[in-house]
């Protein structure tokens, strides 16, 4: 896809990148079906992008592939040149993997994976049918290392990864007009952290205060750079896109260190907590 047109659907689109990446596509001149369970967040963007652009909201919970089936019609219902789905939904869970149960790690994957899947299955078909459409995947810089703590979270997003690589590979393989983007966000400042939940096992408020307080140190990229990378990454039809230096840097050390990454990582992650 050399040019942004037509409509794209976005879930998770009431904040953070979700929201971001809405504003910079309808300034492109992209019409817009918007998902998020936050009905307010919508509807204060849509009035945010204003007229200037077709838009349609819906609340939308990933977490239930019924849901996903009903937007996927009604979007391509209200936009029928619809050509571009991001799948950017998501959540996160604080805790060893001792710490969490079997409920909160099937709550995220029924929407950090199963919501990337369902609205895979559910969109696809229609954008096989237009000239040129584009699949946008958000996995994170966690589909590529995996940190202790982040057990469930961690999985999910190597889920993505590993689905959406096959997935790629098979639409290429059938000469498919369908591009597929699998996207890896190193730290960007939006609320994920803030508005996560803990681990039934964890009792420590100060752990997970002094995690939070990290991810936001840390978390040096705006929604709006994030968004205008992935933009580029979708006009590049690049099948990775990285998002911020810590992403890269990352990316570099695991495959150097492919089973022995964590020890220096996290050296230079207390040195930043320190300030130093």
């Known amino acids: 896809m050399t040019a942004i047109r037509g409509a794209a659907a976005i879930t998770g689109a009431a904040s953070g990148i979700g929201r971001a990446l809405a504003i910079e596509l309808a300034e492109r001149g992209c019409d817009l079906a918007l998902a998020d369970r936050d009905e307010a967040g919508l509807k204060s963007l849509a009035a945010e992008i204003g007229t200037q652009r077709k838009i349609s909201v819906h609340r939308v919970d990933v977490g239930e592939p019924a849901e996903i089936a009903q937007f996927a019609r009604e979007a391509i219902a209200a936009h029928p040149e619809l050509n571009i789905l991001v799948n950017n939904a998501g959540v996160a869970l604080l805790g060893q993997f001792e ?13 950090n994976f199963w919501g990337v899947v369902h609205g895979t299955r559910a969109f696809l078909p229609h954008l096989k049918t237009r000239s040129e459409a584009h699949i946008v995947n958000l996995s994170s810089i ?5 940190p202790p703590g982040q057990s469930a979270y961690a999985a999910a997003k190597f889920a993505v990864r590993g689905f959406s690589e096959s997935v790629r590979h098979e639409l290429a393989a059938a000469g498919s007009p369908v591009k597929l983007s699998v996207v890896h966000p190193g730290g960007v400042a939006t609320s994920i952290a803030r508005s996560s939940r803990t681990g039934v096992g964890v009792t420590d408020n100060a752990r997970r205060a002094q995690m939070i307080d990290r991810f936001e140190a840390a978390a040096k990229t705006t929604p709006k750079d994030a968004a205008l990378r992935i933009i580029r990454g979708i006009e590049r039809n690049e099948p990775r896109i990285l998002i911020g230096n810590d992403a890269r840097f990352m990316d570099i050390l695991q495959r150097f260190r492919p089973g022995t990454y964590w020890a220096p990582l996290q050296r230079r992650i207390e040195k930043m907590a320190k300030g130093k």
Do not use: N, S, Y
């Open 99 to 111: 710490e969490i149960d079997q409920a909160q790690m099937d709550w995220l994957f029924d929407i």
């Open 142 to 146: 966690f589909g590529i290392i995996a």
